[in-house]
């Protein structure tokens, strides 16, 4: 895996250009690089998870942060998951809400999704029910360097728990990832607790620490595998030597690498389906989900 202080120190390595204003624009484009990646690789190497609690007598929810696509959406009440239909015709939508005279249930069945909110019909009856989006999330620019300050005094083979000595761990740290410089597998942070301790979200597998020190580097890294990290680089060094130094021939060669690399990624690392269109119900007429209830029966 590649750091971005990783990523964008290779691009100054191999241009062989430290100066300021080479930094920031490779800085600047590896993350361009890294939006179009992510965009031709797909869906499911950014999802996200989010929730929300439902409002009594109210439909309308925002979105999550940096929501692209809906994967799939559900209700969960007393433990049990009430999947919600995703509507996407804004006048099946508007025919389903007011078609009906009883429009408040804690089993909502249906789902549409704006640029800044959503719906859920029938409108929740009571508050608490936890809302569940998985969604396709668009990326956040990788901004942090490569964090290597203080020793690792404590850490378990077994075990998640990271306690540092001289170090200053926040909580922004959460997400990025954890290696011991001597034992090079990356671990993802899962929790801060305080300056010189932090949680992995898998167990070590390395040789414990118990006593002395070990040199650790906690880095910012792309959401996209590890054997893409380098397609960035193409981009950058691509668009370097077009532009910020010309060198048609030095642009040639990284165009030709950055079209090679991505094309094998789309092969190796593709999106569960082959174009934006994920499948699923759609309309108020499709497949029957099990969860949704008659409502309005007289007998």
């Known amino acids: 895996m590649q750091s971005y202080q990783d990523q964008y120190t290779q691009c100054q390595d191999l241009a062989q250009d430290t100066s300021a204003g080479a930094k920031t624009f490779f800085q600047t484009n590896i993350n361009l690089g890294q939006r179009l990646l992510e ?3 797909g869906s499911f190497l950014s999802e996200e998870t989010d929730t929300d609690l439902t409002e009594a007598s109210v439909a ?25 239909e995703e509507m996407h015709d804004e006048h099946e939508w508007q025919r389903l809400v007011s078609n009906q005279t009883q429009q408040t249930s804690d089993t909502s069945t249906h789902i549409m999704v704006r640029r800044d909110r959503y719906e859920i019909y029938p409108i929740p009856a009571t508050a608490g029910n936890t809302i569940t989006i998985i969604h396709e999330a668009g990326g ?25 000595s001289g170090s200053t761990f926040t909580a922004a ?53 590890a054997a893409t990290h380098q397609i960035p680089i193409w981009y950058a060094l691509m668009n370097y030597y077009n532009g910020f130094k010309q ?13 090679s690399d991505l094309a094998r990624a789309k092969v190796t690392e593709k999106r569960r389906y082959t174009s ?24």
């Open 276 to 299: 934006n269109y994920i499948p699923g119900t759609r309309g108020i007429f499709g497949t029957v989900n099990p969860n949704h209830y008659p409502i309005n029966l007289t007998t």
């Open 140 to 164: 956040k620019d990788l901004s942090a360097d490569d964090y290597t300050t203080g020793t690792i005094t404590t850490l378990t083979n077994g075990t998640k728990a990271v306690v540092a």
């Open 173 to 225: 740290m959460v997400g990025r990832y954890f290696k011991i410089n001597a034992y090079p597998l990356w671990y993802k942070i899962a929790a801060f607790t305080d300056a010189t301790n932090i949680t992995l979200d898998k167990e070590y597998t390395g040789t414990s620490i118990a006593a002395g020190t070990e040199a650790f580097t906690i880095g910012e890294m792309p959401r996209t595998p």
């Open 39 to 41: 965009s031709e690789l």
């Open 247 to 259: 060198n048609e021939a030095k642009a040639a060669i990284y165009k030709g690498l950055y079209e």
């Open 60 to 84: 309308t929810y925002p979105t999550p942060d940096l929501l692209i696509r809906l994967q799939t959406a559900y209700v969960t009440v007393d433990d049990v998951r009430y999947v919600l």
